[in-house]
């Protein structure tokens, strides 16, 4: 099992990752999903900019659920990639490395996680509860008001994927 830690690991790393190989990755990751892409290519349209950097960033297709006294976040598991698709490609042009989801992707989307070197790797859906006990840290930090799918900066630790579709375009999520 390949173990991967954003905050230190070289990108150019993730070309090492074939489909069907398990991860434990660890990091700083921004969950993001359908409003919330939504606003960041109306931001990007207007040419402002994204409320994280692009460049070498792990996107979470997750909108956690609300924070149970003593918990750092919710339950916290992958919601469905494919509703992101009609962003992605733009968004890998624009320097993002990594999504984290559950689903098949498009052949557009692959064709851009190809070009682009980048990585899809898929979390377990239905375990939102234990994917949340590999969560350090999440604090929100854009679009407040989407309440659960709200921009969050989450720190992960050793949190189990497996990679979908390398950057090769390989893919074992047909």
């Not at 992958?78 to 559950?102: A, C, E, H, N, Q």
């Amino acid at each position: 099992m390949a173990e991967w830690d954003l905050n230190t690991a070289e990108l150019h790393l993730l070309r090492e990752l074939r489909a069907g190989d398990r991860v434990k990755l660890s990091g700083t990751v921004y969950t993001a999903r359908d409003a919330a892409h939504k606003r960041i290519a109306q931001l990007l349209d207007k040419g402002e900019e994204p409320p994280f950097t692009f460049s070498g960033a792990a996107i979470y297709y997750a909108g956690p659920t609300p924070t149970p006294n003593g918990m750092v976040i919710g339950s916290c598991g992958p919601t469905t990639s494919g509703r992101m698709d009609v962003y992605t490609p733009r968004f890998l042009d624009l320097g993002v490395k990594i999504m984290i989801g559950k689903g098949k992707r498009s052949p557009q989307v692959i064709k851009a996680i190809r070009r682009n070197r980048a990585v899809y790797l898929c979390a377990i859906g239905g375990a939102g509860a234990l994917a949340a006990k590999c969560i350090e840290k999440a604090e929100v930090i854009a679009f407040e008001d989407l309440g659960c799918e709200s921009v969050k900066r989450l720190t992960l630790q050793d949190f189990p994927l497996i990679c979908a579709i390398d950057s090769t375009g390989r893919n074992i999520v047909k």
